[in-house]
């Protein structure tokens, strides 16, 4: 119960305990985050038995008192409490702890013991055991990085808690559970106990609950999670309950994937807010939308919250409220039950670990980034770069939180920050715009390197050395061994905690956050380079090191990232060393000699005997430096390589220079390719002195730099700059407003940013590299400051011929290839040899021998270790190699920095042909390979290799995505050189950009939709040029297109609008084209299609470029030169070509069913769409558009609208489609309004309302009797003023050419009546006053009751029974008041010429026989009479309309209702002075149908007689006249309605004609009134009587108070009065005097209020009079109800939200599932109805699956598809045949819906079943009846034989 009220608080108020005080409101403020505190502050009572524990008290009450909850609404740090259950993501393993991402960007700590209670008892049997344990798996293998789990905060250490502990053990997690709580679907986590026979014990947690996993079930999580690995103990799952045995005691489990991926939490598993877990998916609804977040309410009365870190990133912004949607569940608070959920994709299936664990920009500084969104106490979004979001907290905004200025965070302002962190749970990089994180060298153990000088703080001393603290989040270690250069004993002495200290890394381990120092000073303080490889390791490299060890055959020195080395003996000195152990001691530093690296091994060979050092610079080294001048060629020898480049001597003197990497040559590629070959030793000629300062040299070698101070294109002073001269240069640095180049002379100039490039620069560093060679233009000088400004955009530099340029560059960039070769080819290494021998288009003959990952083949080296020889995807010619097969491949090219030879398996590259090239001729290839400056291609015609640039300029380096050249991409190149060059290649430039041809996808290309025989028909060939005339022979004919075979085997297609300039209509183009007919074609246009090759595996490249031609005369002979782009233009540009309008001519490709649309092609590329409504006029071509139009036809058009979004044209084949006044168009039905009219649906969703009145020209007693949803229509529109369209569906106005008769006019407008006009129409309703007559769409006439019938009515029901709504009649015109917009009619037979409304059958008397009862006077003033008569109909409101006439109902019924309440004194009072003031009128007919009886004409005398006594004032008065207790002597009838004044002025008149009375009329009067009041008491007692007032309804329930019809028409009374609180009280009174045992009544009840809510009230109201019919009646019945008023109401989106709702809630009730798939199939989800089918399944049991079957397929017959529904009815009944409610359902589907041979088809198998007798006579009874109603004398005959038959058979069976 408790957990129950936590889940469901009941209202109401709780009594408050003695002494405790209301909680103060918390003042609300305007923020996203303004969410309830998950826990406020409590105050703790101090019980006085435990004094002892007042310390403790104190402590408690003060950490409660700390705020719980942020009021910014995200998760922070001080908001956990103990117990809190949270979802994590493993982050890091290590050994005996788990790092867990948090939410919001928080972490925590798993220590290995709180993983479950069996693995720390296997920890535990380590330990004493002492040794490793076999079965106990380390974390490593148990939990996966990305991993999520359930986790418990277990603890959280120290005063502010920065320290996270968790716990991931089942005992703790689930410990809200308990075993009665578990049900099957449930989603658990638990960790596996124990390895039994058939599968594993898994702990789930749950007291008295044992869980079993079984072998099969764990299966598919072995091979996909865990390699093939069994379970082992500990190991984390996520597992589903698949069966629940003995109350909990026994659960079976699966980890099935998909099962756990799919699984859901539902309400029917019975989750509370105390035992809710984090991780289950629930879906929920959004209750409310704020800028930042979202609240959502699931399981339907829990309420949960969405930060913004944890909304969907693709539909940020575009959230609604009641939107449905999936969750997962973060985290839950204990105490104040604050559930925190995300809708992030990533966490929506269980089990799926998340796989981004890591952040590329950790530790980068960003400038200028944006902020996206800034939240008061939470902290500020920002957008990076990428368009990645990025977080930064509050704490991070600013250096403290003085500074803090949060105007500065408003959107779009940028900030310097820097990237700190990365949070997997958010998918958040973590920001800080610190200055002192910003500018702090070290951020991670990342930024830290071996050799690295940094500067620490110590920490602590420790018996195994000292901890220095290098940042506040970076410790490291220094062991004792490195103290000091000498071992010291007491370091406490020396070293004192907070004392700054000078380290240098030794090792770094990040991924362990592990890090090694050293303090020793010769190591800190070496200026020795840092051997941190043994790749740095050259020989004769001289460095530190200090010694590891001491061994018999040496010592093994140390260095930095664990690179040792060994020391030989006879290396350990100059004289021989017997004892090393001797001399030399551990931890000793020593200056050592490289002798011998081996890098592959891990082997050095040192020594301490050092080499001579250099000699010392001398005054005439000085001197020979001074002869070397800036500008100067010379020669040098490269010594050694330095970190920066190469230490070179320049010859022959030997002077000391430095030549940097990015100057060894102009291309930055091929100068790093350099600096890696180049040895000591080597010579370099004509390098150029680029600087000369302080004694230190700098060259360059850069061939454009040399040239242009050679042609003395260098200022050497900065006069000498003039403004447009062109330089040569180089970058010297970059920055983010521009780019400095320096020139040769040293001096250098500022190239801005918008002077960069023609393009836009968004980043400097994408355009330029520092060191990278330019030219660059003078535009600015400025001699007093000497500065100038400098342009490199290629428009202002770029003089000569781009092809000019870019061959000069491409002839050098190889040329220092070959050098680069000549290098490796005296190089002693058999692979470097190897490799310089290599070169493109070289044959091999190759073994395959592995695939990568990223699905390249790759070669055996042979006998050449270390060689790589790799074809990609694209190279694998769509080859299946296995290892071993053995291929010919081509060399492409040979990557000498990585030693990579890139091949080729392609066929056309293997067996490409030898020809001879001209200079200067063009020629199509396709690219091959890509580099930096170059690209390699192959020649469609012949295969051979050529070499082109890929930059035309040495500023020519950036290219946006679409401008970068992809390989198999088709170019047109120009042949350069008539010969290969050195390395085998052809050279060649590229003629036009625009001839370049998209490349062919490598995998899952985009299908183009065509006909699957072109694709299968389609090779995989080169594509033609566009514009390119081609020859082919016919392949094959389709109905719209034609496929062509070209030469040299490329396929062609011809668009069926691409063979005749004129096209005929109706006929079909591609029938001219026969097989094997020889054609001439124009190429206009490619496409990329897949091919039936295509697999996923095997195959995923069968994709090619189809080249679409034209054979049409004016194509052929068109001049393509002069409009090389003609054909360009991309699909969507050509559809803005199409203007609403125009007509085109289009081919019918195939009619859609489903959507209801033709689907033509205008021209290859271009397809449009006809709606079935506008292809014809004619409702035959309607009926079955697909037998009108044939596949290929041609067809005229008319275009209504292009669809660029969609990509199609929308078109029209009756012209354009215009719902103009006066236009005829086709609709469709979409619903039938009963008495009022069609709703009618046009294409692209307009509306129109037909009223009945113009459904034809004839109105019929049943008009609309024929239509019904979905039926189509003829209308003329005859007003577009409102948004929905009036339209006719006369044939007058569809078709006015049809002269038919007009039966019933229209009659629109009052103009259109004329006095003693007939006219037909229909009963509008019959009011007190007379009828109310409809004569239009909205003109309403009124007929008086004596113009109704010419019978005399005592009982005004028969005007109910006789003249109901909506019964047709003829009227003649009576009066027309046009300014009044009155219409008087009559019915009366000597009017209209027909019978009498009334039979002569009733033998009512006749109206005439009436003057009996009453003596009528002569009216003496005609003239006053007529005038009383109009305002007496002015007064009645006999308006036209039925807006106008409620609203005098209305005011009618509040002056009565007040009338009602007067006492009888003040009513007496106010008639005696009504009548005093009014004037003697003339008497006039009654108009209410009955004749004025005696109690009128009393009313009439009595003015006259003298005031009674007050105690003769007659008591309660009702509307009818009868009075509670009077004698006859005091009969006083009531006073009359104030509609009738008009018959009481008459009525006053009348009494000053009444002559006075003898006794026999006062003795006649007296009888008469016994009679009359004995009348109003039968009356009374008489059934049928109607209540007219309050009172009479309150006497009537108060004598049937269970009755709810009673109780709903007393509400209809008051809201037909528009009184919609007196209705609501109404049902309120109801629902408390309904007895609680009359379920039905109280059902009727709030059914009744749910539906004036509905109609009256609001959404909410609605809601919580819904909420509580739930609870106080079956609330099944409720939500049934609550679907159908929304579904009347047309509310269908409210009305599918309940449906699903009862999916949720009543699953296993077939109803729900019937009555869903009826609204469904209702509203025209025929689909959605067919997918409902299956889940309904999964959900029922197995026994109510045949009668759900059964009832979806009746709903087919009545709602969707009958042939569907057969289908259905046939499928089960083939599964069982013996279910005889389903074929007796079957055959009445049948009957109603099918033809007579489907139903004699039906029962001819029935009859023919082995059923019992019984069942077989009901069959054949029903098969007779059927025959005899619809079928012959012989079918009738047949029948009897058959049954004749079968009772024979079973007589002779019996006897046997």
């Given at each position: 119960?408790?957990?129950?009220?936590?889940?469901?608080?009941?209202?109401?108020?709780?009594?408050k305990a003695?002494?405790?005080?209301?909680?103060?409101?918390?003042?609300?403020?305007?923020?996203?985050?303004d969410?309830?505190?998950?826990?406020?502050?409590?105050?703790?009572?101090?019980?006085?038995?435990?004094?002892?524990?007042?310390?403790?008290?104190?402590?408690?009450?003060?950490?409660?008192?700390?705020?719980?909850?942020e009021?910014?609404?995200?998760?922070?740090?001080?908001?956990?409490?103990?117990?809190?259950?949270?979802?994590g993501?493993?982050?890091?393993?290590?050994?005996l702890?788990?790092?867990?991402?948090?939410?919001?960007?928080?972490?925590?700590?798993?220590?290995?013991?709180?993983?479950?209670?069996?693995?720390?008892?296997?920890?535990?049997?380590?330990?004493?055991?002492?040794?490793?344990?076999?079965?106990?798996?380390?974390?490593?293998?148990?939990?996966?990085?990305?991993?999520?789990?359930?986790?418990?905060?277990?603890?959280?250490?120290?005063?502010?808690?920065?320290?996270?502990?968790?716990?991931?053990?089942?005992?703790?997690?689930?410990?809200?559970?308990?075993?009665?709580?578990?049900?099957?679907?449930?989603l658990?986590?638990?960790?596996?106990?124990?390895?039994?026979d058939?599968?594993?014990?898994v702990?789930?947690?749950?007291?008295?609950?044992?869980?079993?996993?079984?072998?099969?079930?764990?299966?598919?999580?072995?091979?996909?999670?865990?390699?093939?690995?069994?379970?082992?103990?500990?190991?984390?799952?996520?597992?589903?309950?698949?069966?629940?045995?003995?109350?909990?005691?026994?659960?079976?489990?699966?980890?099935?994937?998909?099962?756990?991926?799919?699984?859901?939490?539902?309400?029917e598993?019975?989750?509370?807010?105390?035992?809710?877990?984090?991780?289950?998916?629930?879906?929920?609804?959004?209750?409310?939308?704020?800028?930042?977040?979202?609240?959502?309410?699931?399981?339907?009365?829990?309420?949960?919250?969405?930060?913004?870190?944890?909304?969907?990133?693709?539909?940020?912004?575009?959230?609604?409220?009641?939107?449905?949607?999936?969750?997962?569940?973060?985290?839950?608070?204990?105490?104040t039950?604050?559930?925190?959920?995300?809708?992030?994709?990533?966490?929506?299936?269980?089990?799926?670990?998340?796989?981004?664990?890591?952040?590329?920009?950790?530790?980068?500084?960003?400038?200028?980034?944006?902020?996206?969104?800034?939240?008061?106490?939470?902290?500020?979004?920002?957008?990076?770069?990428?368009?990645?979001?990025?977080?930064?907290?509050?704490m991070?905004?600013?250096?403290?939180?003085?500074?803090?200025?949060?105007?500065?965070?408003?959107?779009?302002?940028?900030?310097?920050?820097?990237?700190?962190?990365?949070?997997?749970?958010?998918?958040?990089?973590?920001?800080s715009?610190?200055?002192s994180?910003?500018?702090?060298?070290?951020?991670?153990?990342?930024?830290?390197?071996?050799?690295?000088?940094?500067?620490?703080?110590?920490?602590?001393?420790?018996?195994?050395?000292?901890?220095?603290k290098?940042?506040?989040?970076?410790?490291?270690?220094?062991?004792?061994?490195?103290?000091?250069?000498?071992?010291?004993?007491?370091?406490?002495?020396?070293?004192?905690?907070?004392?700054?200290?000078?380290?240098?890394?030794?090792?770094?381990?990040?991924?362990?956050?592990?890090?090694?120092?050293?303090?020793?000073?010769?190591?800190?303080?070496?200026?020795?380079?840092?051997?941190?490889?043994?790749?740095?390791?050259?020989?004769?490299?001289?460095?530190?090191?200090?010694?590891?060890?001491?061994?018999?055959?040496?010592c093994?020195v140390?260095?930095?990232?664990d690179?040792?080395?060994?020391?030989?003996?006879?290396?350990?000195?100059?004289?021989?060393?017997?004892?090393?152990?001797?001399?030399?001691?551990?931890?000793?530093?020593?200056?050592?000699?490289?002798?011998?690296?081996?890098?592959?091994?891990?082997?050095?060979?040192?020594?301490?005997?050092?080499?001579s050092?250099k000699?010392?610079?001398?005054?005439?080294?000085?001197?020979?430096?001074?002869?070397?001048?800036?500008?100067?060629?010379?020669?040098?020898?490269?010594?050694?390589?330095?970190?920066k480049?190469?230490?070179?001597?320049?010859?022959?003197?030997?002077?000391?220079?430095?030549?940097?990497?990015?100057?060894?040559?102009?291309?930055?590629?091929?100068?790093?390719?350099?600096?890696?070959?180049?040895?000591?030793?080597?010579?370099?000629?004509?390098?150029?002195?680029?600087?000369?300062?302080?004694?230190?040299?700098?060259?360059?070698?850069?061939?454009?730099?040399?040239?242009?101070?050679?042609?003395?294109?260098?200022?050497?002073?900065?006069?000498?700059?003039?403004?447009?001269?062109?330089?040569?240069?180089?970058?010297k640095?970059?920055?983010?407003?521009?780019?400095?180049?320096?020139?040769?002379?040293?001096?250098?100039?500022?190239?801005?940013?918008?002077?960069?490039?023609?393009?836009?620069?968004?980043?400097?560093?994408?355009?330029?590299?520092?060191?990278?060679?330019v030219?660059?233009?003078?535009?600015?000088v400025?001699?007093?400051?000497?500065?100038?400004?400098?342009?490199?955009?290629?428009?202002?530099?770029?003089?000569?011929?781009?092809?000019?340029?870019?061959?000069?560059?491409?002839?050098?960039?190889?040329?220092?290839?070959?050098?680069?070769?000549?290098?490796?080819?005296?190089?002693d290494?058999?692979?470097?040899?190897?490799?310089?021998?290599?070169?493109p288009?070289?044959?091999?003959?190759?073994?395959?021998?592995?695939?990568?990952s990223?699905?390249?083949?790759?070669?055996?080296?042979?006998s050449?270790?270390?060689?790589?020889l790799k074809?990609?995807?694209?190279?694998?010619?769509?080859?299946?190699?296995?290892?071993?097969?053995?291929?010919?491949?081509?060399?492409?090219?040979?990557?000498?920095?990585?030693?990579?030879?890139?091949?080729?398996?392609?066929?056309?590259?293997?067996?490409?042909?030898?020809?001879?090239?001209?200079?200067?001729?063009?020629?199509?290839?396709?690219?091959e390979?890509?580099?930096?400056?170059?690209?390699?291609?192959?020649?469609?015609?012949?295969?051979?290799?050529?070499?082109?640039?890929?930059?035309?300029?040495?500023?020519?380096?950036?290219?946006?995505?679409?401008?970068?050249?992809?390989?198999?991409?088709?170019?047109?190149?120009?042949?350069?050189?008539?010969?290969?060059s050195?390395?085998?290649?052809?050279?060649?430039?590229?003629?036009?950009?625009?001839?370049?041809?998209?490349?062919?996808?490598?995998?899952?290309?985009?299908?183009?939709?065509e006909?699957?025989?072109?694709?299968?028909?389609?090779?995989?060939?080169?594509?033609?040029?566009?514009?390119?005339?081609?020859?082919?022979?016919?392949?094959?004919?389709?109905?719209?297109?034609?496929?062509?075979?070209?030469?040299?085997?490329?396929?062609?297609?011809?668009?069926?609008?691409?063979?005749?300039?004129d096209v005929?209509?109706?006929?079909?183009?591609?029938?001219?084209?026969?097989?094997?007919?020889?054609?001439?074609?124009?190429?206009?246009?490619?496409?990329?299609?897949?091919?039936?090759?295509?697999?996923?595996?095997?195959?995923?490249?069968?994709?090619?470029t189809?080249?679409?031609?034209?054979?049409?005369?004016?194509?052929?002979?068109?001049?393509?030169?002069?409009?090389?782009?003609?054909?360009?233009?991309s699909?969507t540009?050509?559809?803005?070509?199409?203007?609403?309008?125009?007509?085109?001519?289009?081919?019918?490709?195939?009619?859609?069913?489903?959507?209801?649309?033709?689907?033509?092609?205008?021209?290859p590329?271009?397809?449009g769409?006809?709606?079935?409504?506008?292809?014809?006029?004619?409702?035959?071509?309607?009926?079955?558009?697909?037998?009108?139009?044939?596949?290929?036809?041609?067809?005229?058009?008319?275009?209504?609208?292009?669809?660029?979004?969609?990509?199609?044209?929308t078109?029209?084949?009756?012209?354009?489609?215009?719902?103009?006044?006066?236009?005829?168009?086709?609709?469709?039905?979409?619903?039938?309004i009963?008495?009022?009219?069609?709703?009618?649906?046009?294409?692209?969703?307009?509306?129109?309302?037909?009223?009945?009145?113009?459904?034809?020209?004839?109105?019929?007693e049943?008009?609309?009797?024929?239509?019904?949803?979905?039926?189509?229509?003829?209308?003329?529109?005859?007003?577009?003023?409102?948004?929905?369209?009036?339209?006719?569906?006369?044939?007058?106005?569809?078709?006015?050419?049809?002269?038919?008769?007009?039966?019933d006019?229209?009659?629109?407008?009052i103009?259109?009546?004329?006095?003693?006009?007939?006219?037909?129409?229909?009963?509008?309703?019959?009011?007190?006053?007379?009828?109310?007559?409809?004569?239009?769409?909205?003109?309403?006439?009124?007929?008086k009751?004596r113009?109704?019938?010419?019978?005399?009515?005592?009982?005004?029901?028969?005007?109910?029974?006789?003249?109901?709504?909506?019964?047709?009649?003829?009227?003649?015109?009576?009066?027309?008041?046009?300014?009044?917009?009155?219409?008087?009619?009559?019915?009366?037979?000597?009017?209209?010429?027909?019978?009498?409304?009334?039979?002569?059958?009733?033998?009512?008397?006749?109206?005439?026989?009436?003057?009996?009862?009453?003596?009528?006077?002569?009216?003496?003033?005609?003239?006053?009479?007529?005038?009383?008569?109009?305002k007496e109909?002015?007064?009645?409101?006999?308006?036209s309309?039925?807006?106008?006439?409620?609203?005098?109902?209305?005011?009618?019924?509040?002056?009565?209702?007040?009338?009602?309440?007067?006492?009888?004194?003040?009513?007496?009072?106010?008639?005696?002075?009504?009548?005093?003031?009014?004037?003697?009128?003339?008497?006039?007919?009654?108009?209410?149908?009955?004749?004025?009886?005696?109690?009128?004409?009393?009313r009439?005398?009595?003015?006259?007689?003298?005031?009674?006594?007050?105690?003769?004032?007659?008591?309660?008065?009702?509307?009818?006249?009868?009075?509670?207790?009077?004698?006859?002597?005091?009969?006083?009838?009531?006073?009359?309605?104030?509609?009738?004044?008009?018959?009481?002025?008459?009525?006053?008149?009348?009494?000053?004609?009444?002559?006075?009375?003898?006794?026999?009329?006062?003795?006649?009067?007296?009888?008469?009134?016994?009679?009359?009041?004995?009348?109003?008491?039968?009356?009374?007692?008489?059934?049928?009587?109607?209540?007219?007032?309050?009172?009479?309804?309150?006497?009537?329930?108060?004598?049937?108070?269970?009755?709810?019809?009673?109780?709903?028409?007393?509400?209809?009374?008051?809201?037909?009065?528009?009184?919609?609180?007196?209705?609501?009280?109404?049902?309120?009174?109801?629902?408390?005097?309904i007895?609680?045992?009359?379920e039905?009544?109280?059902?009727?009840?709030?059914?009744?209020?749910?539906?004036?809510?509905?109609?009256?009230?609001?959404?909410?109201?609605?809601?919580?009079v819904?909420?509580?019919?739930?609870?106080?009646?079956?609330?099944?019945?409720?939500?049934?109800?609550l679907?159908?008023?929304?579904?009347?109401?047309?509310?269908?989106?409210?009305?599918?939200?309940?449906?699903?709702?009862?999916?949720?809630?009543?699953?296993?009730?077939?109803?729900?599932?019937?009555?869903?798939?009826?609204?469904?199939?209702?509203?025209?989800?025929?689909?959605a109805c067919?997918?409902?089918l299956?889940?309904?399944?999964?959900?029922?049991?197995?026994?109510?699956?045949?009668?759900?079957?059964?009832?979806?397929?009746?709903?087919?017959?009545?709602?969707?598809?009958?042939?569907?529904?057969?289908?259905?009815?046939?499928?089960?009944?083939?599964?069982?045949?013996?279910?005889?409610?389903?074929?007796?359902?079957?055959?009445?589907?049948?009957?109603?819906?099918?033809?007579?041979k489907e139903?004699?088809?039906?029962?001819?198998?029935?009859?023919?079943?082995?059923l019992?007798?019984?069942?077989?006579?009901?069959?054949?009874?029903?098969?007779?009846?059927?025959?005899?109603?619809?079928?012959?004398?012989?079918?009738?005959?047949?029948?009897?034989?058959?049954?004749?038959?079968?009772?024979?058979?079973?007589?002779?069976?019996a006897?046997?």
């Open positions: 119960m408790a957990s129950q009220e936590d889940s469901f608080p009941r209202g109401g108020s709780k009594k003695p002494g405790e005080k209301n909680p103060q409101q918390p003042v609300e403020h305007d923020n996203l985050f969410v309830p505190t998950e826990e406020g502050p409590r105050k703790r009572k101090r019980s006085q038995e435990q004094g002892a524990k007042n310390k403790r008290s104190k402590i408690e009450k003060k950490e409660t008192s700390r705020p719980e909850a009021p910014c609404g995200i998760l922070r740090i001080e908001a956990l409490t103990e117990g809190m259950r949270l979802l993501c493993v982050k890091e393993i290590n050994n702890e788990l790092v867990i991402s948090l939410p919001n960007g928080l972490w925590g700590y798993v220590q290995a013991t709180n993983i479950s209670d069996a693995y720390t008892k296997k920890l535990n049997e380590q330990l004493d055991q002492e040794e490793p344990l076999e079965d106990l798996a380390p974390l490593s293998e148990l939990f996966p990085p990305g991993l999520l789990v359930r986790c418990v905060v277990s603890n959280l250490t120290s005063a502010s808690k920065k320290s996270i502990k968790l716990s991931l053990n089942p005992k703790d997690v689930n410990r809200v559970l308990s075993p009665a709580s578990l049900k099957p679907g449930m658990l986590t638990g960790t596996v106990h124990s390895v039994e058939h599968g594993y014990l702990d789930i947690g749950v007291t008295g609950t044992k869980a079993f996993l079984p072998w099969q079930k764990e299966q598919e999580y072995v091979k996909q999670k865990n390699k093939d690995t069994k379970l082992r103990v500990g190991q984390y799952l996520n597992c589903l309950i698949e069966e629940v045995k003995g109350n909990g005691g026994s659960v079976l489990l699966s980890t099935i994937q998909s099962a756990v991926s799919a699984a859901i939490a539902t309400e598993q019975n989750w509370t807010l105390d035992n809710l877990l984090p991780g289950l998916v629930v879906k929920a609804q959004v209750q409310k939308v704020t800028p930042h977040g979202l609240t959502l309410s699931f399981f339907s009365s829990f309420t949960g919250l969405v930060d913004f870190m944890h909304l969907d990133s693709k539909k940020a912004g575009h959230y609604f409220q009641t939107q449905m949607v999936r969750a997962c569940i973060l985290s839950v608070h204990p105490r039950k604050c559930v925190r959920l995300t809708l992030r994709s990533s966490f929506l299936q269980a089990g799926r670990p998340i796989t981004r664990l890591c952040h590329h920009l950790i530790g980068v500084v960003l400038n200028d980034v944006p902020v996206q969104g800034f939240y008061a106490k939470a902290g500020a979004t920002f957008r990076l770069k990428d368009g990645s979001l990025a977080y930064a907290r509050m991070h905004l600013s250096e403290t939180e003085k500074s803090f200025k949060p105007e500065k965070f408003k959107p779009g302002n940028m900030h310097k920050c820097r990237v700190i962190d990365y949070s997997p749970m958010d998918d958040l990089a973590l920001l715009l610190k200055t994180i910003i500018e702090t060298p070290f951020l991670r153990y990342h930024d830290l390197h071996p050799g690295q000088v940094v500067k620490a703080t110590v920490f602590a001393l420790r018996s195994y050395g000292m901890i220095v290098v940042t506040e989040q970076i410790k490291g270690l220094v062991p004792t061994l490195h103290l000091a250069d000498v071992q010291i004993r007491n370091p406490q002495k020396k070293y004192h905690l907070q004392d700054e200290v000078k380290c240098r890394v030794l090792t770094c381990d990040p991924e362990n956050k592990k890090l090694l120092m050293t303090l020793k000073k010769t190591l800190v303080e070496s200026s020795l380079p840092a051997l941190t490889s043994y790749k740095q390791a050259k020989p004769e490299l001289q460095t530190h090191g200090f010694i590891s060890s001491i061994k018999d055959s040496g093994v140390k260095f930095y990232n690179v040792r080395g060994l020391v030989p003996k006879r290396e350990l000195g100059a004289q021989p060393i017997s004892t090393p152990e001797e001399v030399f001691y551990v931890g000793q530093v020593m200056k050592v000699t490289v002798l011998n690296s081996e890098p592959e091994k891990e082997r050095m060979l040192l020594s301490f005997r050092l080499f050092d000699e010392t610079e001398g005054p005439s080294q000085s001197q020979k430096k001074a002869t070397i001048k800036v500008g100067q060629l010379v020669d040098v020898k490269v010594k050694k390589k330095v970190e480049g190469l230490e070179v001597s320049i010859l022959p003197n030997n002077i000391r220079a430095l030549l940097p990497t990015t100057h060894l040559s102009d291309s930055v590629t091929n100068s790093h390719l350099l600096y890696s070959w180049l040895r000591a030793g080597d010579v370099l000629h004509r390098v150029l002195c680029l600087s000369h300062s302080d004694g230190h040299i700098v060259l360059c070698r850069k061939p454009a730099l040399i040239s242009a101070v050679e042609s003395g294109q260098d200022p050497k002073v900065f006069s000498e700059f003039q403004p447009g001269m062109l330089l040569t240069g180089f970058v640095s970059i920055k983010a407003y521009g780019v400095f180049v320096q020139f040769p002379s040293g001096l250098s100039g500022l190239a801005p940013k918008s002077a960069l490039s023609d393009k836009f620069v968004t980043t400097v560093s994408d355009h330029f590299v520092e060191g990278q060679t030219v660059a233009k003078v535009t600015n400025y001699e007093e400051k000497e500065r100038m400004l400098l342009s490199l955009r290629l428009s202002d530099v770029c003089q000569e011929d781009a092809a000019i340029s870019s061959l000069a560059l491409l002839s050098q960039w190889l040329e220092e290839l070959q050098g680069v070769r000549s290098l490796m080819s005296s190089r290494s058999m692979l470097t040899q190897t490799l310089a021998e290599i070169t288009g070289l044959l091999m003959d190759l073994v395959v021998q592995d695939m990568s990223d699905g390249s083949l790759m070669f055996s080296s042979g050449v270790p270390g060689l790589v074809a990609s995807r694209y190279h694998q010619g769509g080859k299946v190699m296995n290892p071993g097969q053995r291929t010919k491949a081509v060399v492409l090219h040979v990557d000498t920095l990585k030693s990579e030879v890139h091949v080729s398996l392609r066929q056309e590259l293997v067996n490409r042909k030898s020809k001879q090239l001209k200079k200067n001729t063009e020629h199509r290839a396709v690219i390979h890509l580099e930096k400056t170059f690209a390699i291609g192959s020649l469609v015609e012949t295969g051979q290799l050529v070499a082109f640039p890929v930059t035309s300029h040495l500023n020519d380096t950036f290219r946006f995505d679409s401008e970068k050249l992809q390989v198999g991409q088709r170019v047109s190149l120009i042949i350069k050189s008539a010969k290969p050195d390395i085998g290649l052809f050279l060649a430039v590229e003629s036009s950009v625009k001839k370049r041809t998209p490349a062919l996808p490598l995998a899952d290309p985009e299908p183009a939709g006909d699957p025989g072109v694709v299968s028909s389609l090779l995989e060939k080169p594509s033609l040029p566009i514009g390119e005339m081609v020859t082919g022979t016919v392949k094959s004919v389709k109905a719209t297109h034609v496929v062509v075979t070209l030469e040299n085997g490329l396929v062609g297609c011809i668009h069926a609008s691409q063979i005749l300039d005929p209509l109706g006929t079909q183009p591609t029938a001219k084209l026969k097989v094997g007919k020889p054609v001439t074609a124009r190429v206009i246009g490619q496409r990329t299609l897949l091919t039936h090759k295509t697999l996923p595996i095997s195959h995923p490249t069968s994709a090619q189809v080249s679409d031609l034209s054979i049409r005369s004016s194509e052929l002979k068109k001049d393509i030169s002069s409009d090389p782009s003609a054909h360009c233009s699909p540009e050509k559809l803005k070509q199409y203007l609403p309008g125009q007509t085109v001519v289009c081919f019918m490709r195939k009619f859609n069913m489903i959507k209801k649309w033709l689907e033509v092609e205008i021209t590329d271009i397809r769409r006809i709606p079935q409504l506008l292809t014809s006029l004619s409702f035959k071509v309607l009926k079955h558009p697909e037998k009108k139009f044939k596949i290929g036809q041609a067809l005229s058009a008319t275009v209504v609208g292009p669809e660029s979004s969609k990509g199609f044209l078109l029209s084949l009756i012209g354009p489609h215009r719902l103009e006044e006066g236009e005829v168009a086709m609709g469709r039905v979409v619903k039938v009963p008495k009022e009219g069609l709703q009618v649906l046009f294409p692209f969703g307009t509306i129109g309302k037909v009223s009945i009145f113009h459904l034809s020209d004839s109105y019929l049943a008009p609309l009797e024929g239509f019904h949803p979905e039926k189509i229509v003829r209308c003329c529109v005859l007003s577009t003023k409102d948004p929905v369209l009036t339209l006719s569906l006369r044939q007058s106005r569809t078709n006015p050419r049809m002269k038919n008769k007009i039966e006019p229209e009659v629109n407008s103009k259109n009546i004329k006095v003693g006009q007939c006219l037909r129409g229909y009963v509008e309703a019959v009011k007190k006053l007379g009828v109310h007559f409809r004569i239009g769409p909205t003109l309403v006439g009124r007929v009751y113009h109704v019938t010419k019978y005399f009515l005592s009982d005004k029901t028969l005007y109910q029974t006789y003249l109901p709504e909506g019964k047709l009649l003829s009227a003649k015109v009576l009066r027309v008041k046009r300014k009044q917009n009155l219409v008087y009619l009559s019915f009366l037979p000597k009017d209209t010429g027909k019978p009498d409304v009334f039979p002569d059958s009733l033998g009512l008397p006749l109206r005439d026989q009436g003057k009996d009862w009453v003596k009528e006077v002569p009216s003496p003033q005609p003239k006053k009479k007529q005038r009383l008569e109009d109909e002015e007064d009645e409101g006999d308006s309309t039925k807006q106008e006439e409620e609203k005098q109902q209305e005011s009618m019924a509040k002056a009565a209702n007040t009338r009602k309440r007067k006492m009888p004194e003040v009513e007496r009072e106010q008639e005696r002075v009504t009548k005093k003031k009014r004037p003697n009128l003339p008497p006039e007919e009654d108009d209410s149908g009955v004749e004025v009886n005696y109690k009128e004409e009393k009439l005398k009595q003015p006259k007689q003298k005031q009674t006594k007050p105690t003769e004032i007659p008591r309660l008065q009702l509307s009818s006249g009868f009075v509670w207790d009077v004698s006859l002597d005091m009969l006083a009838p009531a006073a009359p309605p104030r509609e009738e004044s008009s018959d009481s002025e008459e009525e006053s008149s009348n009494q000053a004609t009444l002559k006075k009375k003898s006794k026999k009329d006062k003795e006649l009067e007296k009888q008469q009134a016994e009679k009359e009041l004995a009348r109003i008491e039968t009356a009374l007692m008489d059934p049928n009587w109607q209540p007219e007032t309050a009172d009479d309804f309150d006497r009537l329930v108060l004598s049937s108070p269970n009755s709810s019809i009673l109780w709903l028409r007393y509400m209809a009374f008051h809201l037909h009065a528009t009184e919609i609180e007196k209705a609501r009280a109404v049902a309120e009174r109801a629902l408390k005097s007895s609680f045992r009359e039905q009544e109280k059902l009727n009840v709030w059914v009744a209020l749910m539906n004036l809510e509905n109609m009256y009230g609001s959404k909410e109201t609605l809601s919580k819904f909420e509580r019919a739930v609870q106080y009646c079956e609330p099944l019945k409720v939500f049934f109800q679907a159908d008023i929304y579904s009347k109401s047309e509310k269908y989106q409210a009305a599918e939200e309940v449906y699903n709702q009862m999916l949720k809630r009543f699953r296993q009730e077939k109803a729900v599932w019937v009555k869903y798939g009826s609204f469904l199939l209702q509203r025209g989800k025929a689909e067919h997918d409902l299956p889940r309904a399944f999964s959900c029922l049991p197995q026994k109510e699956h045949v009668d759900v079957i059964s009832k979806f397929a009746q709903l087919e017959f009545y709602l969707g598809d009958a042939e569907r529904g057969k289908a259905m009815f046939e499928s089960t009944l083939n599964s069982y045949p013996k279910r005889t409610d389903v074929w007796s359902i079957y055959i009445d589907m049948l009957i109603k819906f099918g033809n007579q139903v004699r088809d039906a029962f001819e198998r029935v009859v023919h079943l082995s019992s007798p019984k069942r077989m006579k009901f069959f054949f009874k029903r098969y007779l009846d059927y025959e005899k109603q619809h079928g012959t004398a012989e079918t009738v005959q047949a029948v009897k034989e058959k049954a004749l038959s079968y009772v024979e058979a079973r007589s002779t069976l006897d046997s």
